[in-house]
Each structure stands twice: as C-alpha cells, then as structure tokens.
C-alpha cells in the first residue's frame, strides 16, 4: 500500500479508537491519539529506503539500513534455514510488519511517562494511537501481499488478499477507509452536542 493509504487507515483507526478509548469532550486526548495513529501507520515502512518515513527521517532510515545490512551479512555464515529467517527478518515487509513492531512501538512510547509523568495521560494516549496505527499499517499489507505478523516465531507472511500497490483496489480501499472515516467523523460531532 501506498503512503496515503496508510495514512489514511491510521487516521480511521485512529478516530475509532478515540471513540472508544477518550470522553466526548476529550479533545486534546483525540487530537494526541489521532496524530499518533498517524505516525505509527508510517513507521512499519521504516525499513524501506524510499518510503515516506525514511525520506523525512533520513538517520533512522540509514540506521536501519545499516542494522539491515549486518543481518544479511550475519545470514550468509549461517546454515541456509537460518539464513533465510535472517533475510527474511531484514528484509522490507520483515521484522517491522509484526505484531512484535507494533508492541515494542507501544511500549516504547509508553516508557515516554518516566521520563515525562507530568504527562502520563497524554503519553499513554500517544502510545495507545502508536501501537493502532501500526495495526491498521499491517492489516493494510495483509491487504497487499501480507506480512510475517507472527515474527519472531515465523516468517511466514499471513495474506488476507493481494492488491497491487497503487492499482484501482487499492483505490477503491482508500475510499471506503474514507467513507468510514466520514461516518466516524460525523459519529464524533453528533456526541458533542
């Protein structure tokens, strides 16, 4: 899937779950979890050079590039079972296509309240909104060819159906996530009255 996709799948999931996990008059708490489900639908895609993600982020994405590449070579020394796993983890559509991804990004975000307690609520809304879009970013590529969501317990990539990225079923997606995003969005306004 392309970018615009998942970020409007993240935005979607997003504004569902703000409506199950925040008050009607939570704003600040919407707009946090919004704006992290956004975010955590592009970082999967971190593992591509030429994603959206790695353009804006150029470090992380050569960091990882890097992290990629010791894998490979780490892979050749191993016996070809073991090899495969490892090419198939440091690969796009690899490691970072897992449910592991989207817990570790939780997580991650979540320690943010240590360091920050002033701010727990609003870091343990940013990290509920990480972790969504990370999912709605996996079920999109289930969409798309699949993913190894098991990792690290299988490579297997698990396939719901396989769009051609960019091609009119990915189109026709994009509008139903937007339809379903007009819905939500009208859901919200009529609970502020």
Request: charged share 15%.
């Amino acid at each position: 899937m392309m970018a615009a996709s998942h970020r409007l799948g993240g935005v979607a999931a997003g504004m569902l779950a703000a409506g199950i996990l925040t008050s009607p008059d939570d704003v600040t708490g919407k707009a946090v979890l919004l704006s992290a489900a956004v975010l955590g639908s592009l970082i999967p895609d971190i593992d591509h050079p030429r994603s959206s993600i790695s353009r804006r982020h150029r470090g992380i994405s050569a960091a990882v590039g890097i992290f990629q590449s010791l894998l490979h070579s780490l892979g050749n020394l191993l016996p070809r079972r073991q090899e495969q796993y490892v090419r198939g983890a440091a690969g796009h559509r690899g490691a970072s296509h897992s449910l592991f991804m989207a817990v570790l990004c939780t997580l991650l975000v979540s320690a943010g309240a240590i360091a920050l307690p002033a701010w727990k609520e609003t870091v343990f809304m940013a990290s509920w909104g990480v972790g969504i879009g990370v999912l709605s970013h996996l079920f999109l590529d289930m969409l798309a060819g699949g993913v190894p969501l098991l990792f690290p317990f299988t490579i297997k990539r698990i396939t719901l159906a396989r769009l051609r990225t960019g091609g009119p079923l990915e189109w026709m997606v994009r509008m139903l996530m937007a339809g379903a995003l007009i819905l939500l969005a009208g859901n919200e306004l009529l609970r502020w009255r």
